[in-house]
């Protein structure tokens, strides 16, 4: 079945902001196949290796295949470009930079966007902007609504247990998001107020996540059709209320990783980190997130991660010159002294919560 976004829709298009309209969500077993059966032949798939292979046995070769890899601007208007005259939809198959690489390719096409994530680690596929990079930095740009989004649970449970457990971590971040925004109006500081069906949404999506951890861990289909669900839901919200309520400082320190090292981590994981870290120096109540992350069993280790406690600092440090020079909304980051101390502590916390 098509779950609350409608029954199956036959055509995109442009978001419209400041309207709740979730995206068009199928959780049937069997649908990602049965699309794949239907459209690729007339389509141009966009995927890696991996993704691929839990349907290329069974799923008709795509007309085209866009290998997935660098999401690098101009590496993926050269990928748009060679989508061949006759396509007739586009198909995001993978994680999320096949979903961003979709997004990407159905834009500068202007063909119909059908999205497949075959893990739910992330809530990419259901928000309208894409993810790029400039280099070290990640920039978002697009407006792009897709006919469907197919979240298959028997394909999405064959993916990695670990990266499906990361899904929590875009949803965690209203924990520390709404923390920020509330700081930032309370202060007066920022241009988009205080809106309170926002932080509902925000306040119930941590609220069910703390229920569905243990299922989260274990990655029941229950757990991936919340997942997908909340998601949605999350998705809808940022284009009904901007996506104040779900991002702030967390997001912030992840990006200050990134642009430090121009590393790649899977995202959820990072952001799980980084709210255990901020909830800590916001005195918001970490206890909560700790519990959800312990619960869930995302892995959100420094040295499952790769960052060694001296780059963690040196972050750290640099975060409040980086939000300023980013033009990041305001924060806890602003109102704050950055202090050795105070990341020595935040990070002890995160390590005693996560594991070292």
């Known amino acids: 079945h ?36 239907e459209l690729a032949p007339r389509a141009a798939v966009c995927t890696m290796p991996e993704p691929w292979a839990l349907f290329e046995d069974d799923a008709p070769e795509p007309m085209h295949v866009v290998p997935v890899g660098s999401v690098e601007r101009d ?39 059908l999205q497949i994530p075959t893990i739910i680690s992330v809530d990419a596929a259901f928000t309208a902007p894409y993810g790029y990079r400039e280099g070290s930095r990640v920039r978002y740009a697009g407006n792009l609504r897709p006919i469907e989004v197919v979240c298959d649970p028997t394909v999405i449970r064959r993916s990695p247990p670990g990266l499906n457990r990361a899904g929590v971590g875009d949803l965690l971040s209203c924990h520390t998001g709404m923390f920020d925004w509330k700081v930032a109006t309370d202060a007066g500081l920022g241009d988009i107020p205080w809106n309170e069906e926002a932080a509902t949404l ?106 060694p406690e001296e780059l963690f600092h040196q972050a750290f440090a640099e975060l409040p010159a980086y939000c300023e020079r980013e033009d990041l909304w305001p924060s806890v980051v602003g109102l704050t002294d950055f202090t050795p101390e105070l990341g020595a502590r935040a990070l002890a916390f995160a390590k005693d919560v996560a594991g070292a």
């Not at 829709?9 to 794949?36: H, K, M, N, Q, S």
């Not at 993926?76 to 390719?105: H, Q, R």
């Not at 861990?217 to 998601?231: M, N, P």
Request: charged share 20%; proline share 5%; aromatic share 6%.
């Open 202 to 307: 925000g306040r119930r999506v941590v609220a069910e996540m703390s229920e569905m951890a243990p299922q989260i861990a274990q990655v029941t289909a229950d757990a991936v059709r919340w997942l997908a669900t909340i998601h949605r839901d999350v998705g809808a919200g940022c284009v009904a209320y901007e996506p104040r309520f779900e991002e702030g400082s967390e997001h912030f320190l992840a990006y200050c990783i990134e642009w430090l090292t121009n590393g790649h981590w899977v995202h959820g994981e990072l952001i799980s980190f980084c709210v255990l870290v901020m909830s800590t120096v916001q005195g918001n109540d970490p206890e909560l997130p700790a519990a959800i992350v312990r619960d869930s069993r995302v892995d959100a280790r420094l040295s499952h991660l790769g960052i």
């Open 75 to 113: 590496h993926l208007a050269d990928l748009a470009s060679a989508v061949p005259p006759g396509a007739e939809t586009v198909i995001g198959v993978g994680g999320g930079s096949s979903i961003d690489t979709a997004k990407y390719v159905a834009e500068a096409t202007g063909l119909p966007l």
């Open 2 to 37: 098509a779950d609350r976004g409608g029954s199956r829709a036959i055509g995109g298009g442009r978001v419209t902001a400041g309207v709740w309209d979730p995206f068009p969500l199928t959780l049937d077993d069997g649908a990602a196949l049965e699309r794949l059966c």
